[in-house]
T-cell receptor
């Protein structure tokens, strides 16, 4: 039973490029959460999605960031026109229940912006 | 004031000792509390959850919650070198959406 799969593990982008981060939840999980972890900081909530719906995006920056979880395929976190401050580890977590009582985290994508 | 506060450490304890990790939170409506363990470069892993005042034990781990003092702690008995990691305190304020995490306490268990 595969866990939460994130890819790529490492992503290097130059300023102004786009970054696409992918997350495939555990089998049977239809709830996906994205968190960002900056150096020396805690995990910060970004967005909560169910299949085809954004439930809570209160942690998403207003510009350049978007997320989707289509009916088929992985959840995508998209960052347009990346800046150095976007460099961080981005973790995806999934849950079967639609609560955050037990989140299963992926291995994360380390985004580095040059 | 941060919503969830932890001492960043490192907290150094000898092998076999009890490690005590502490966390305070600011939102009185917080309902559920979690401890995650994160090894360096790895993903967080849930090790304990607690919902009501008092102690909850699971193997070598005990979580303690005091809602009046807005305080939650994690005790690790018989600490092992494999327990060396960063321990993240997380709080749910009642939404299904988000957990609020502290910055974590780095634990070092020495031989």
């Amino acid at each position: 039973n595969a866990g939460v799969m994130q890819n790529p593990r490492h992503l290097v982008r130059r300023r102004g490029q786009e970054a696409r981060l992918r997350c495939s939840p555990m089998k049977g999980h239809s709830h996906v959460y994205w968190y960002r972890q900056l150096p020396e900081e805690g995990l910060k909530f970004m967005v909560y999605l169910q299949k085809e719906n954004i439930i809570d995006e209160s942690g998403m920056p207003k510009e350049r960031f978007s997320a989707e979880f289509p009916k088929e395929g992985p959840s995508i976190l998209r960052i347009q026109q990346v800046v150095r401050g976007d460099s961080a580890a981005y973790f995806c977590a999934s849950s079967p229940w639609g609560t955050n009582e037990k989140l299963f985290f992926g291995s994360g994508t380390q985004l580095s912006v040059l | 004031q941060k919503e969830v506060e932890q001492n960043s450490g490192p907290l150094s304890v000898p092998e076999g000792a009890i490690a005590s990790l502490n966390c305070t939170y600011s939102d009185r409506v917080s309902q559920s509390f979690f401890w995650y363990r994160q090894y360096s470069g790895k993903s967080p892993e849930l090790i304990m959850s607690i919902y009501s005042n008092g102690d909850k034990e699971d193997g070598r781990f005990t979580a303690q919650l005091n809602k009046a003092s807005q305080y939650v702690s994690l005790l690790i008995r018989d600490s092992q070198p494999s327990d060396s990691a960063t321990y993240l305190c997380a709080v749910n304020t009642g939404t299904a959406s988000k957990l609020t995490f502290g910055t974590g306490t780095r634990l070092q268990v020495t031989l």
